[in-house]
Nanobody, 123 residues
Framework: QVQLVESGGGLVQAGGSLRLSCAAS????????MGWFRQAPGKEREFVAA???????YYGDSVKGRFTISRDNNRNTVYLQMAGLTPEDTAVYYC?????????????????WGQGTQVTVSS
């Protein structure tokens, strides 16, 4: 049974930083592309970042230069380091996993999803 468990969300002031973690189990982690998505109330799900099995990284336009995705295959964990946070970054952040490296920015291509962690940025 595959499980993705996010942690690290919380309340932070604008300009602050947070690091999200996603611990995976039940899959061969190193084979999977790991992605982060977010969804704010009343908005569609948005691609944030992805890191393929070969460690190629991709970022959504709204987070480029501020967020960094990394992975530790020994710990079966993917991280999202977020800096320069703004109230527009407020959302539930989801970790997701997929095999292959195509269509990484589309949530439809991901096989497994975590439950999400709330990030709230106050102004």
């Amino acid at each position: 049974q595959v499980q993705l468990v996010e942690s690290g969300g919380g309340l932070v002031q604008a300009g602050g930083s947070l690091r999200l973690s996603c611990a995976a189990s039940g899959l061969t982690f190193s084979y999977y592309t790991m992605g982060w998505f977010r969804q704010a109330p009343g908005k569609e799900r948005e691609f944030v970042a992805a890191r393929s099995a070969s460690s190629t990284t991709y970022y959504g336009d709204s987070v480029k230069g501020r967020f960094t995705i990394s992975r530790d295959n020994n710990r079966n964990t993917v991280y999202l380091q977020m800096a320069g946070l703004t109230p527009e970054d407020t959302a539930v952040y989801y970790c997701a996993a997929k095999l292959g490296s195509r269509r990484l920015t589309s949530g439809d291509g991901y096989e497994y999803w975590g439950q999400g962690t709330q990030v709230t940025v106050s102004s």
